[in-house]
């Protein structure tokens, strides 16, 4: 059975560097059918698509974001993960990776708040 | 890039009804488009993928239709647990993600 979980600090303070990994269990990141991806939410608010990663490297990202993001991925460990820099408040939200099969999200990990507070 | 406008914001019903979601593109999308159900606390599920086909273990009471720039999430009789927000989805083959705003389920 496949699962995501993702995992990284909760409590962020404003200027630093945010790294989240997602650990990929019952499937291989290595397949070539698959993307994995980065999604955030805001508190209250709807969800917003970051980016994903294909198991080669090659990266897509949210042109409406600014490009404070950056996606990699570690296949032998089968783990891909996320990091942020100079974070505000405004980055304050629960971030969900998962797994986009063709047009679809068809798994997601539990989510992970991050507070970004000084 | 596409933009997705899900309406109503908020729908009041009571158990037993009928519901009735709608998610319209910018542009069309032919039927690349997904719904998903999320309650609070938790992450999305999948619901619907390209525009009619349930995801596994999706009840049949869930029915997703349309093409081009025009969608429709039908739950055909309302359960206590599908009080939620409903989101809809499109991926380009960019590929770029893209999610409407959302509808909010409630109990009237």
């Known amino acids: 059975q496949l699962q995501l979980q993702e995992s990284g600090p909760g409590l962020m303070k404003p200027s630093e560097t945010l790294s989240l990994t997602c650990t990929v269990s019952?499937?291989?990141?290595?397949?070539?059918?698959?993307?994995w991806g980065w999604v955030r939410q805001p508190p209250g608010k709807g969800l917003q698509w970051i980016g994903s990663i294909f198991y080669s490297g090659s990266t897509y990202y949210n042109p409406s974001l600014k490009s404070r993001f950056t996606i990699s991925v570690d296949t032998s460990k089968n783990q891909f993960s996320l990091k942020l820099t100079s974070v505000t408040a405004a980055d304050t939200a629960v971030y969900y990776c998962a797994r986009e099969k063709g047009t679809k999200l068809d798994n997601w990990g539990q989510g992970t708040l991050v507070t970004v507070s000084s | 890039e596409i933009v997705l406008t899900q309406s109503p914001g908020t729908l009041s019903l009571s158990l037993g009804e009928r519901a009735t979601l709608s998610c319209r593109a910018s542009?069309?999308?032919?039927?690349?488009l997904a719904w998903y159900q999320q309650k609070p606390g938790q992450a999305p599920r999948l619901l619907i993928y390209d525009a009619s086909n349930r995801a596994t273990g999706i009840p049949a009471r869930f029915s997703g239709s349309g093409s081009g720039t025009d969608f429709t999430l039908t739950i055909s009789s309302l359960e206590p647990e599908d009080f939620a927000v409903y989101y809809c989805?499109?991926?380009?083959?960019?590929?770029?993600?893209?999610f409407g705003q959302g509808t909010r389920l409630e109990i009237k």
């Open positions: 019952g499937a291989s990141i290595s397949s070539s059918s698959f993307y």
């Open positions: 989805q499109h991926r380009s083959n960019w590929p770029l993600v893209t």
């Open positions: 542009q069309s999308v032919s039927s690349s």
